[in-house]
Nanobody
């Protein structure tokens, strides 16, 4: 059974730093695509960043230069991180991690429909 568990959310002031983590257990595929999504109140969920098993990363235009995605693999457990530098109030949202097969990287890493597994989310609130 695949499980994803996010952590690291909380309240932060604009200009600070925050790192979100996600532990992916039970995912046995060697080729994969992992993604971070977020959903703000009253808005649709949107893709933020994605990374594949090769370590290649993609970012949504609105976070380029401020967010950093990374992944690790040890003892058949995948870990996913999202560093948020100089967060802005508009970054306030529930952040979700997701896991899917490698082809997601090519067909739509920022499209939630392609991902098979999701975490429950971690809330990030940015204040001025």
């Amino acid at each position: 059974q695949v499980q994803l568990l996010e952590s690291g959310g909380g309240s932060v002031q604009s200009g600070g730093n925050l790192t979100l983590s996600c532990v992916v257990s039970g995912y046995t595929e060697k080729l994969f695509c992992l993604g971070w999504f977020r959903q703000a109140p009253g808005k649709e969920r949107e893709g933020v960043a994605a990374i594949n098993d090769d370590g290649n990363a993609k970012y949504a235009d609105f976070v380029k230069g401020r967010f950093t995605i990374s992944q690790g693999n040890a003892n058949d457990t995948l870990t996913l991180s999202l560093g948020i530098n100089t967060p802005k109030p508009e970054d306030t949202a529930m952040y979700f991690c997701a896991a899917g097969p490698k082809h997601v990287w090519y067909v739509g890493p920022f499209e939630e429909i392609w991902y098979k597994h999701w975490g429950q989310g971690t809330q990030v609130t940015v204040s001025t």
